[in-house]
């Protein structure tokens, strides 16, 4: 059975930073990709960024350069470093595990709960 377990979400203010970490267990971590999406009340779940087996990262307009993904194959750990966060980025953050690299949600196919992040202004 494939758990992701998502952490570290919180409340910050505009301009700061947090750290996500989704650990994973039931897979051979190193062999997939993971995506982080997020879902902002009232709004469709959305791509944040990706990193595949090869390390290469993809990121949504929206964080490019603010963001940052990677990965720690030997925690079976993905990370989610936010910097100069925006009241814009407020969502529930997911990660999910899935065959490849992708911006859509059909590759992952196992998803972890989810964390709350507020961005206040």
């Known amino acids: 059975q494939v758990q992701l377990v998502e952490s570290g979400g919180g409340l910050v203010q505009a301009g700061g930073s947090l750290r996500l970490s989704c650990a994973a267990s039931?897979?051979?971590?190193?062999?997939?990709?993971m995506g982080w999406f997020r879902q902002a009340p009232g709004k469709e779940r959305e791509f944040v960024g990706t990193i595949g087996s090869d390390y290469k990262s993809y990121y949504a307009e929206s964080v490019k350069g603010r963001f940052l993904i990677y990965r720690d194959n030997t925690k079976n750990t993905v990370y989610l470093q936010m910097n100069s966060l925006k009241p814009e980025d407020t969502a529930v953050y997911y990660c999910?595990?899935?065959?490849?690299?992708?911006?859509?949600?059909?590759?992952?196919?196992?998803w972890g709960q989810g964390t709350q992040v507020t961005v206040s202004s």
């Open positions: 039931g897979r051979t971590f190193s062999s997939y990709a």
């Open positions: 999910a595990v899935g065959w490849t690299a992708a911006v859509v949600t059909s590759p992952y196919d196992y």
